[in-house]
């Protein structure tokens, strides 16, 4: 495995199956019954020049529980790039500074820029449309979860991506993943001219993934087994994009009336979230909420174990975790989420 994590490619499919059981052994310290201080003295530099709440927050969450502490900066409005400061002294300033860097940026490619003026470990938080290789392997481990408690297996499944699939950075990550997975099944369903770039579903079908490619949902997708929805990158959009494109029609939803007649009682509905839950968004609907089958909380959760097991992974620590494993001594509810079930 690569010094970084910048792109789903630099990962080979054993490495992925490594960071899958790195994070199970990581599920007592992200549930919140042990301590461990493997990473105690060890500082991160959290960059994030774009939005977000769950990637940033889980990240420096995953770093404190590892016993480490974050340093962080947010929006280019405080940070030196709006002095004009350059990618590379940026990268260099902060490697003085911390043991492992997280950064978010909105153009393609910044990170990899970023990453090449620095020996510390980097890891990709979102570079705009391109990847967020961290994202796909919360997915993957969330699935593969998913599917050991209903005793199916990757190989072969059928998984259905809808939504924004050109400039969703998730789906290009999750889609490069599924791909080392393989066979497997993907149907790629987006309003037209959000489709997913046509190179990388050549890249994906080369190594063996079965792409179909729809314009609706309005199909019998009995056998799939994950439905994964994304949010449409309206932020993204240029400005005759944004001019052209209206409403999102309800059609591209997905919601309980979808699932119940389209889909089947296994199949477990992902999104990378945030879902954009203003009413002409139309996005994945609140009317599955409480239903086992959506699995969205399940994911974020999930995001703590995975990225502990990448930063014990890349700071060369992953031996280390059960050697001083405490027991946790504040209290902690039984369930995280008032509507959570108990699985
Ligand atoms: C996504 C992102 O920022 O790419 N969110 C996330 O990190 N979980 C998806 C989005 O913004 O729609």
Redesign the pocket.
Known sequence: MSPHLLSIDSLSRDDVNHLIRVAARMEPIAQRRKITRVLEGAVLGNLFFEA?T??RVSFNAAFCRLGGTVCDTTGFTFSSMAKGESLYDTSRVMSGYCDAIVMRHPDQGSVAEFARATNVPVING?DGPGE?PS?ALLDIYTINKEFTRLGKTLNGAHILLTGDLKY???VHSLIRLLSLFGPMRVTLVSPPGLEMPAALIDTVSARGLQITSRDNLNSDFSDVDVVYT??I?KERFTQEMSEGFGVLSRDFTVDLAFLNQRCNNNTIVMH???RDSRPEANDLDVDLNGDPRLAIFRQTDNGIPMRMAIFAKLLQVEDQIEKDLRDVRWFVPKTIGVDDAGF
């Open positions: 977000s769950r990637t979102g967020h994202q969703g950075r998730t994304t949010r990158q990378p979230l945030p």
